[in-house]
């Protein structure tokens, strides 16, 4: 009877995935912590730069940003001193290996992360010194693509 419960319960608060060993606490995804894309968000900030111009997608995975950005290894829906986020900036996404998963386009209204001391958002300050900590300074990403080569392929974030 306990092993069904917490079956139930892990079902209805997690996402496994199903070619990775990642999992997605529920709330984390329905966040929008430190500037991610919320699950299900189809407004315009949440659109892939890399495609912006195109005028048909195979599927929204396509269309707009990942929605798993900071929640993998069951990481809850704030970006605090325990549990800091990546830092929206392209250049620092590149130097976290967490190029796939930018965050909203900036829109002109979104840069302020809101920062409160001891609730945060908290970003990593650098992938060298992980116990470097410091408030999320922009919780937004330049709205254009940034193009780069990576194992011999052109990639687009």
């Not at 496994?16 to 990642?22: K, W």
């Not at 300050?125 to 392929?153: A, G, H, Q, Y």
């Amino acid at each position: 009877m306990i092993t069904y419960q917490l079956s139930a319960l892990s079902a209805v608060l997690f996402e496994t995935g199903t070619t990775t060993n990642y999992e997605h606490r529920w709330d984390c995804l329905q966040s929008s912590k430190g500037g991610k894309r919320m699950r299900g968000d189809k407004s315009a900030v949440s659109v892939n730069p890399c495609f912006a111009n195109r005028t048909s997608y195979l599927n929204d995975q396509e269309k707009y940003i990942d929605d798993t950005r900071d929640c993998s290894s069951f990481r809850g829906s704030l970006c605090t001193l325990e549990s800091p986020c990546v830092p929206c900036e392209l250049d620092k996404a590149i130097e976290f290996g967490d190029v796939w998963k930018r965050c909203n386009s900036c829109n002109g209204t979104n840069h302020n992360c809101d920062f409160v001391e001891g609730l945060g958002p908290y970003c990593y300050v650098s992938v060298k010194d992980l116990s470097r900590i410091e408030p999320c300074s922009t919780c937004c990403t330049r709205p254009n693509p940034l193009i780069f080569e990576n194992n011999n392929m052109r990639v687009c974030i």
